[in-house]
T-cell receptor
Framework: GAGVSQSPRYKVAKRGQDVALRCDPISGHVSLFWYQQALGQGPEFLTYFQNEAQLDKSGLPSDRFFAERPEGSVSTLKIQRTQQEDSAVYLC??????????????FGEGSRLTVL | AQTVTQSQPEMSVQEAETVTLSCTYDTSESDYYLFWYKQPPSRQMILVIRQEAYKQQNATENRFSVNFQKAAKSFSLKISDSQLGDAAMYFCAYTDSWGKLQFGAGTQVVVTP
């Protein structure tokens, strides 16, 4: 596709349910990032992949959060046993390069998760 | 730890006028990058402008320009000749480790006809 695609755009989950959020990066992009954006806040870094390797997962808030990118393209962010504090927009971004000199981040439109 | 502060929750500007958004940051690094992103209601973050800390010249992109004051750790965005399409949330962001951006809380820009 032309841009970063995320699905679902909206997800409502009952507390305790597991959810999976999908990110389709721009074809050929090496780097992929997940961010969490709470209502009225700026996005916060969750995790970073370079191809299929998860190089940084320091932002994942708990062990209920898990991300994967098994073939170096599509990525899935999984949240187990969801809690109300997990309610947020989850943004995915991809970049062609893996250095700051030339690699612009392209963001998707995000997945809005509401936990009841 | 690095922090990014945007002290203006909302700024209002009339069409064709100029508005300046402020951003300050805290870091002990000498080499880093600063960005301004625009987030319309569609939620997609769009890069407006970027600045490399080692460059003394302020970045400019059409109607958007920055005032980068490295010693003061200040990075303001000026929007000239404001248009209705400029209305959005604007985020200042910092990184010294590629992709791991740190964002401020954002400034809502309202453009009035």
């Amino acid at each position: 596709g032309a841009g970063v695609s995320q699905s679902p755009r909206y997800k409502v989950a009952k507390r305790g349910q597991d959810v999976a959020l999908r990110c389709d990066p721009i074809s050929g992009h090496v780097s992929l990032f997940w961010y969490q954006q709470a209502l009225g806040q700026g996005p916060e870094f969750l995790t970073y992949f370079q191809n299929e390797a998860q190089l940084d997962k320091s932002g994942l808030p708990s062990d209920r959060f898990f991300a994967e990118r098994p073939e170096g393209s599509v990525s899935t962010l999984k949240i187990q046993r969801t809690q109300q504090e997990d309610s947020a927009v989850y943004l995915c971004a991809s970049s062609l390069m893996d250095s700051p000199n030339t690699g612009e981040l392209f963001f998707g439109e995000g997945s809005r998760l509401t936990v009841l | 730890a690095q922090t990014v502060t945007q002290s203006q929750p909302e700024m209002s500007v009339q069409e064709a006028e100029t508005v300046t958004l402020s951003c300050t940051y805290d870091t002990s690094e000498s080499d880093y990058y600063l960005f301004w992103y625009k987030q319309p209601p569609s939620r997609q973050m769009i890069l407006v402008i970027r600045q490399e800390a080692y460059k003394q010249q302020n970045a400019t992109e059409n109607r958007f320009s920055v005032n980068f004051q490295k010693a003061a750790k200040s990075f303001s965005l000026k929007i000239s000749d404001s248009q209705l399409g400029d209305a959005a949330m604007y985020f200042c962001a910092y990184t010294d480790s590629w992709g791991k951006l740190q964002f401020g809380a954002g400034t809502q820009v309202v453009v009035t006809p």
